[in-house]
């Protein structure tokens, strides 16, 4: 029986996280959330303080989020949850995703008949 042993790579924390960052721009997913949530209250404000503060509000928001995922994901209770759960997981956010569509169908095709 022999047993391999694995070197571990040293990380360096501030170069995980621009990688992270950069990732995280990239992401089309990410521009597209956030462009529709902005535009949505954009005509409220007004100041230029304000959309500092909804800058602020969603950096901060999206690191609190991130970092929550880190530390959760870091225990190994945790990473054997979801790897023996994650179909299930992945098909119950499935259905949830499918009935918000299903519900944003329905009140464009209800909106659209009132304005008709």
Same mark, same amino acid.
């Given at each position: 029986? $022999?047993?391999?042993?694995?070197?571990?790579?040293?990380?360096?924390?501030?170069?995980? !996280? &621009?990688?992270?960052?950069?990732?995280?721009?990239?992401? #089309?997913?990410?521009?597209?959330?956030?462009? $529709? =949530?902005? $535009? #949505?209250?954009? /005509?409220?404000?007004?100041?230029?303080?304000?959309?500092?503060?909804?800058?602020?509000?969603? =950096?901060?928001?999206?690191?609190?989020?991130?970092?929550?995922? #880190?530390?959760?994901? $870091? &225990?190994?209770?945790? &990473?054997?949850?979801?790897?023996?759960?994650?179909? +299930?997981? /992945?098909?119950? #956010?499935?259905?949830?995703? !499918?009935?918000?569509?299903?519900?944003?169908? +329905?009140?464009?095709?209800?909106?659209?008949?009132?304005?008709?």
């Amino acid at each position: 029986f $022999s047993e391999e042993k694995t070197a571990l790579l040293e990380l360096n924390s501030i170069t995980e !996280i &621009r990688k992270g960052l950069m990732i995280n721009i990239m992401n #089309a997913k990410a521009g597209v959330y956030f462009t $529709s =949530v902005i $535009s #949505a209250f954009l /005509d409220q404000f007004t100041e230029t303080y304000q959309l500092f503060e909804l800058l602020f509000l969603f =950096v901060f928001s999206t690191f609190i989020y991130f970092y929550l995922v #880190a530390l959760l994901f $870091s &225990r190994k209770p945790i &990473r054997q949850f979801y790897a023996k759960n994650s179909r +299930y997981i /992945d098909n119950i #956010a499935g259905v949830i995703f !499918i009935g918000f569509g299903l519900k944003l169908i +329905y009140e464009g095709i209800t909106h659209l008949a009132v304005i008709l």
